[in-house]
């Protein structure tokens, strides 16, 4: 946000930049930064394998409000379940009693593979300095699909992609649910969406235009 003055002052507008047409004396301006309360978060996996569903760990560096999915599948009608635990997925991956599930997708249908999104039904608040597990599956599986995900290099639990709200580890591919076949490491194609608890508006910052006059 850019601003006339220190404090109060007129708005002058929004954006990275400030545009100050005609402008023929030095002025200042005043930029106030403001850290937006929506985040998301891609996996940046990219497709090349693919079973039923696939689990991560994600660990979370600021408090976080998970609203939903964005699943990367192929063309088809499927069934889908969401699951988390805190703590890791690794050892895990053929335990459910040790996970909840907070979704249930019944007759999800889309003419064409790509990206699917996938509301919770109620956010999940994530605490920072906690790890968190994901278990994100169809019902059905068949070879290669329909759930696509990546085939990672190195061990199952490294650090895949990491960013200011977050860490995700590589775990597995699965047949659902829960199966005893499972492959690894492997990483899901994914966007998690967020918003933080609270937009956080900085002290304003003055910004000098100066005036450089052209010989001649």
Not at 19 to 42: C, I, M, Q, R
Not at 132 to 147: D, E, L
Not at 150 to 169: L, R, Y
């Amino acid at each position: 946000n850019w601003y006339s003055a220190l404090t109060g002052g007129t708005s002058l507008g929004t954006g990275n930049t400030l545009s100050v047409p005609g402008a023929l004396t030095p002025a200042t301006y005043y930029a106030e930064l403001v850290d937006s309360n929506v985040s998301s978060f891609n996996s940046g996996a990219t497709v090349s394998n693919g079973l039923g569903g696939g689990m991560f760990d994600m660990d979370i560096l600021r408090n976080l409000v998970l609203n939903s999915f964005d699943i990367y599948v192929d063309a088809g009608t499927y069934d889908f379940e969401i699951y988390y635990r805190q703590g890791t997925c690794i050892g895990n991956q053929n335990n459910p009693a040790v996970w909840t599930k907070i979704a249930n997708y019944t007759g999800n249908a889309s003419a064409a593979g790509g990206y699917r999104h996938f509301d919770l039904p109620t956010s999940l608040t994530l605490k920072a300095g906690q790890k968190y597990a994901f278990y994100i599956t169809s019902t059905t599986a068949y070879t290669g699909g329909p759930v696509r995900y990546q085939t990672a290099s190195g061990t199952t639990g490294d650090i895949f992609k990491q960013t200011g709200d977050i860490i995700v580890h590589t775990g597995y591919g699965l047949v659902p649910p829960f199966s005893a076949t499972y492959y690894e490491p492997r990483m899901l194609v994914f966007t998690a969406n967020f918003t933080r608890p609270a937009c956080t508006t900085l002290p304003r910052t003055p910004v000098t235009l100066a005036i450089d006059t052209l010989p001649g």
